[in-house]
């Protein structure tokens, strides 16, 4: 019986990708994403960024982005936030979608400042993803942030 060497395969990544678990986003989303990267890490939780922002839970969420740089060799961190986000309250916390924006836009920034302050050689991309109901499914959209 002839022993066959195993192959090593290679499953590096691009990019690990923090996504809110709202099944909104996901079948549009989430194509974007693979279109872009091709290969990436997704990490779903409610609020996909929030836990970046509470102290409690920032240990977690770091520890996914070491993970997927140590096991992945991922480079890039891509950071989302969604309109309508349930954990962040939903749109009942906002007078309209320009402030809800402005306040995505600045939770994006602190979130990619905590990440670089533990990744400094990371690159870290922002997002917005905007939802508009089409029928019985929602359309996306999303917005590259500076």
């Not at 922002?53 to 096991?71: G, V």
């Not at 306040?103 to 917005?128: H, M, R, T």
Request: with cysteine; aromatic share 14%.
């Amino acid at each position: 019986m002839k022993i066959q060497k195993k192959q090593k395969i290679n499953h590096s990544c691009k990019a690990i990708v923090f996504s809110c678990i709202d099944w909104r986003l996901h079948l549009e989303s989430d194509g974007y994403f693979q279109k872009k990267y091709k290969t990436f890490d997704m990490f779903y939780t409610a609020g996909s960024i929030k836990g970046f922002l509470e102290k409690e839970n920032r240990r977690l969420f770091l520890k996914q982005i070491e993970i997927s740089r140590t096991l992945h060799k991922s480079a890039i961190v891509a950071l989302t936030a969604h309109h309508d986000c349930g954990a962040f309250g939903g749109m009942s916390n906002f007078k309209d979608e320009r402030e809800e924006f402005a306040y995505y836009q600045k939770i994006l920034e602190e979130s990619k400042n905590i990440v670089l302050g533990a990744f400094p050689d990371a690159k870290v991309e922002k997002y917005f993803i905007g939802l508009q109901p089409d029928g019985k499914l929602w359309k996306t959209s999303l917005k590259k942030i500076k």
